[in-house]
């Protein structure tokens, strides 16, 4: 008798059976479960097909002595794609899931294995084991059986296709499953089991409410002891956990309490650790580390505490690092660091002292628009209220000549209004006839009045205020360009705009209360009959607005 023959007889015996003997069932169960374990071909199928899943799930259901064997032949049954949709109808998923509060390890194992292979990438089903409770069970069995290698990773493979149900999240916030995860992080043998812990942390660590649990629990500092261990590694997938960990521990800083408790007023194991990524050969965690600054850099006291210990230099150092064909995702995250820590006025003075500016300027020779934009931003929040500073990098002609270049970059609007928003910062914040000077030279002027036609009012205002401040100490080096770019019809279309934000139109009024104090650009303002468009705003329904209006229409109107 052939193999297929004698399945063909089990199945055919099973599916007559009316009583559910055991000593009359079993030598059939062991025969399906032979053919499924020697791979024999379509086994699966066939026994799908026979018609005694209902018959399986009776035995289940019963709790007979059978169970684990049949618990078994489910999940040899369910490797195959084809026989999961049959083995939910039949009901098999329902009356296994009470099995996985059973006392047999051997029955916990083959019972999460089949509900496992079942159910896996079927989402309504994974909703369905949600409902039914089997979260808090799994952490259960992962707690009271932690040195069962086979069953933690049924368990876990289970836990991380679960993690991304909003439902299975809420009923973790009970179960220490922080607790439970970090202690097989450090026991894990291998990186496979590495990955899956690290990715339930990444899905549950979405939760605010996990993420302090977290945070709480130790899971960082777990995290920060696996990198440091693994840390001389070469092997790929070492290296690969490396990067998953520091990922993680960048997502765990984002939640504002769970980061102040990492960065323990600058004594927490995680900042220290995160310090020393910053100096270490491996760019992933000088990547990470570089984030880490910026996220721990959220609020002033940190700031002020983190430039107290230091940490300014090694990012200045690993940026150096980066400057010619560097890593242009380092550059970008060190310089975020930075901007971030120049955020409170009293580091930015300290930061200037220390020459930050000065080793900041060595990336202007960056090609990549990304470490352009950010590094633009970054000496922009430098000379922020910073008179000196603004002074100093406003007469650098260097710097102008390269600022320039960004302002005409025609692949990248970031890049070309960061550029545009420095030069103004520059003359905003030094309020210097010298730095007017130096931009008009250097073209800049050009930049600013195209900047204040800008889709965006911050912008606009930005721009218009720093033209107003220019044409008011040092008018001889702005008038000409005034002329060429057509500022004055700009301006009086920007009052006459019947949907322009009032803001633009206050700030375009500044720049004109500027320019009518002056003989020369006053024939300018009288030519495009300035004089209409203002006497329209003295009606207008922000009495700011109209105030101002009046205010200049009087003096455009003074002949004397």
Excluded at 335 to 361: F, H, Y
């Amino acid at each position: 008798m052939t193999d297929t023959d004698i399945l063909s007889d089990a199945l055919q015996a099973l599916s007559v059976s009316t009583e559910l003997i055991e000593e009359e069932l079993k030598p059939h169960l062991d025969t399906l479960l032979t053919a499924l374990l020697e791979k024999k071909k379509d086994a699966a199928v066939e026994i799908s097909r026979s018609g005694i899943l209902p018959t399986l799930a009776q035995v289940l259901e019963r709790r007979s002595n059978l169970s684990v064997q049949v618990a078994l032949l489910v999940a040899e049954m369910a490797r195959e794609a084809a026989v999961r949709e049959p083995c939910i109808e039949a009901g098999l998923v329902k009356v296994l899931v009470p099995h996985l509060n059973s006392n047999n390890e051997e029955m916990l194992l083959n019972t999460g294995r089949a509900i496992g292979r079942i159910c896996f990438d079927n989402s309504h089903q994974q909703d369905q084991l949600v409902q039914s409770g089997v979260i808090p069970r799994l952490v259960t069995i992962i707690r009271d059986y932690p040195e069962n290698d086979p069953l933690v990773n049924v368990c876990l493979l289970a836990l991380c296709n679960l993690a991304d149900i909003d439902s299975a999240r809420e009923a973790l916030t009970d179960q220490d499953v922080a607790g439970v995860l970090t202690f097989q992080l450090k026991r894990a043998p291998d990186a496979e089991r590495r990955h899956v812990i690290l990715e339930i942390l990444g899905s549950l660590g979405e939760s605010d409410t996990l993420k302090l649990q977290f945070a709480e629990s130790g899971v960082p500092e777990a995290l920060s002891d696996m990198i440091r261990a693994l840390q001389a590694a070469s092997d790929p997938h070492d290296l690969c956990s490396i990067k998953i960990a520091s990922n993680l521990i960048v997502s765990l800083l984002l939640g504002d309490e769970s980061m102040q408790k990492c960065f323990g007023e600058g004594s927490g194991l995680v900042y220290q650790d995160v310090l020393s990524w910053l100096q270490s050969s491996n760019t992933q965690l000088q990547l990470s580390g570089a984030l880490a600054i910026a996220n721990f850099a959220r609020n002033d006291s940190n700031c002020v505490k983190m430039l107290d210990l230091g940490v300014v230099p090694h990012i200045l150092t690993l940026l150096e690092k980066h400057v010619d064909e560097g890593d242009v995702s380092v550059q970008h995250a060190g310089l975020s660091a930075l901007r971030n820590l120049a955020i409170p006025a009293t580091n930015k003075e300290r930061m200037l002292e220390d020459g930050v500016t000065e080793r900041i300027k060595r990336l202007l020779r960056s090609d990549m628009p990304p470490v352009q934009f950010k590094l633009l931003g970054t000496l922009r929040m430098m000379v922020d209220g910073q008179e000196e500073a603004a002074l100093v990098l406003g007469r650098d002609s260097v710097l102008l000549a390269r600022v320039m270049e960004w302002c005409d970059a025609k692949d990248h609007a970031g890049v070309r209004g960061e550029a545009s928003r420095l030069l103004a910062a520059l003359i905003r914040h030094s309020r210097n006839a010298e730095v007017v000077h130096a931009v008009a030279k250097a073209a800049g002027i050009q930049h600013l009045i195209s900047m204040a036609t800008s889709e965006h009012v911050i912008m606009q205002s930005e721009a218009l205020v720093s033209l107003a401040i220019a044409s008011a100490i040092n008018i001889e080096s702005v008038k000409d360009v005034f002329r060429e770019a057509q500022l004055f019809p700009l301006l009086k279309n920007m009052l006459e705009d019947p949907v322009g934000a009032v803001e633009v139109k206050f700030s375009a009024l500044g720049l004109i209360c500027s320019l009518v104090n002056c003989s020369v650009m006053k024939d300018e303002l009288n030519s495009v009959n300035m004089k209409e468009s203002l006497s329209k705003l003295t009606d207008h329904s922000s009495s700011k607005l109209s105030s101002q209006a009046s205010s200049i229409l009087a003096v455009l109107c003074d002949t004397t």
